[in-house]
């Protein structure tokens, strides 16, 4: 009888390492697919909280505040009916109040990465733009929001502070009237330096403050950041008869 000849330890371990090889290759790009996918997700997500907040403007002649994300809080604004918002630059998107989705248990809109969606709001004018009748009251001449977009974390000036502004080399928008970000694939934790730092604001040894920043996404910065022009509300609120 003919003896049957198996595979030797030497052409298993080779079949494996092909194996082991074409599998590396598939995953580091498979790995990319679904950072892109999830990149595109949260973009849309933004925007679509963008938009809401503009059919919220027309509807209410006011913006929403931003929700607290404290444990046992809901995603609705805070307070409720605005006015003076309790965390107008550290908080979260009122996705209850909006009607957004999707949202984890607490009512908390998500991101591509299952991270919840950050959402600042300016203080200018004594919080007219969070309080009924507050940006009719004030005039449209007379309204000045301040939130302001940096090009680099390391061009703010006075970080932590209310006074926290860009340098002018690397100021992108000074007079935003929200933010609308999300932390990206690495969510709570940080970049290497200290443009993704000052994001979330505040950050463990910065307070919060009206600078934020947004720059083309790198090794070192993934968040994903959007504003909300002050023209374009006006714009919008105009058609809706909510201003002048």
């Not at 595109?40 to 059919?55: H, I, P």
């Not at 607290?68 to 107008?88: L, Q």
């Not at 910065?206 to 720059?215: E, K, S, T, W």
Request: glycine share 10%.
């Amino acid at each position: 009888m003919k003896r049957q000849r198996g595979f030797t330890l030497i052409e298993l371990s080779m079949v494996l390492l092909v194996v082991a090889l074409l599998l590396g290759g598939l995953l580091v790009p498979l790995s990319a697919q679904m950072d892109a996918r999830n990149t595109q997700e949260s973009l849309r997500r933004l925007d679509e909280v963008r938009d809401a907040l503009l059919g919220y403007a027309a509807a209410h002649g006011r913006l929403p505040c931003p929700a607290r994300g404290d444990a046992g809080d809901t995603g609705i604004e805070y307070p409720s009916g605005g006015g003076v918002c309790a965390r107008p630059w550290n908080g979260y998107v009122p996705a209850v109040t909006l009607g957004l989705s999707p949202t984890d248990t607490q009512g908390y809109l998500l991101d591509g990465w299952g991270n919840r969606v950050r959402y600042a709001l300016t203080t200018a004018n004594a919080n007219a733009f969070s309080t009924a009748n507050g940006l009719r009251s004030v005039g449209l001449s007379n309204l000045a929001p301040d939130l302001k977009i940096c090009a680099q974390g390391s061009a703010i000036t006075a970080p932590g502070t209310a006074a926290a502004n860009c340098v002018a080399a690397n100021r992108l928008a000074d007079d935003a009237v929200a933010v609308v970000y999300s932390l990206g694939r690495r969510g709570s934790g940080s970049g290497a330096g200290s443009d993704e730092t000052h994001n979330p604001n505040p950050n463990a040894t910065v307070a919060a403050d009206p600078a934020f920043v947004g720059r083309t996404e790198a090794s070192d910065f993934d968040d994903l950041v959007v504003w909300l022009s002050a023209n374009v509300l006006y714009n919008r609120m105009i058609a809706a008869q909510q201003l002048p």
